[in-house]
């Protein structure tokens, strides 16, 4: 690879792309401590891993950017044992964005935004489910589902809200500001 073609690891586009996703998270850490201001589990998450999929070139980053964000901010909210599965499920949420790369639209992104949630919701409710039974779900999958249907709304909600200011607020400032059209962040 030709020196020219690296990327400075504080380059504009990497600087707008971890500055968004700061923000986001910061937007995380507000709903966690304004209670009854939004729907449980509305938060940036999902799309920050989605975001940073797409348009991370360093595959490494993209699943670091948005779990150390998750580690940073579950730091101040508070640690829990379903810790290691909702990271899975965000690098999972990470790994489908590498599939956005280049192929950034709205109906793209929308239809990934609800997908990572569908993911998540199945996949956490499923864990929750198999590591506690039932004092949580009364030993029951199907009321673990059901008990988590509010927590889907909000999911969904946020990833799809989050996903469509992530990618398209970094579309606008792309048009914005040529030097963000570099392909490596």
Not at 46 to 59: K, P
Not at 68 to 74: E, G, I, R
Not at 97 to 113: E, F, P, T
Request: aromatic residues 12%.
């Amino acid at each position: 690879m030709h020196q020219a073609t690296q990327a400075h690891p504080f380059s504009p586009r990497f600087l707008v792309l971890a500055g968004m996703i700061v923000l986001a998270v910061a937007t995380r850490l507000v709903v966690a401590f304004v209670p009854g201001a939004l729907p449980w589990n509305f938060t940036p998450v999902e799309a920050i891993a989605l975001f940073g999929g797409a348009y991370f070139s360093d595959r490494r980053i993209a699943v670091i950017v948005p779990l150390a964000a998750m580690l940073l901010s579950d730091l101040i909210i508070g640690m829990h044992d379903m810790i290691p599965v909702v990271y899975g499920c965000i690098a999972l949420t990470t790994v489908l964005g590498y599939s956005l790369r280049g192929r950034v639209s709205a109906l793209r992104v929308s239809s990934y935004a609800i997908v990572s949630a569908l993911l998540f919701f199945a996949i956490t409710n499923g864990a929750l489910w198999l590591m506690h039974g039932q004092p949580f779900c009364n030993a029951d999958l199907a009321s673990c589902y059901a008990a988590g249907l509010p927590f889907l709304k909000g999911t969904m909600a946020g990833t799809l809200l989050w996903s469509a200011l992530l990618f398209g607020g970094f579309e606008l400032l792309r048009k914005q500001w040529p030097v963000l059209e570099a392909s490596v962040a």
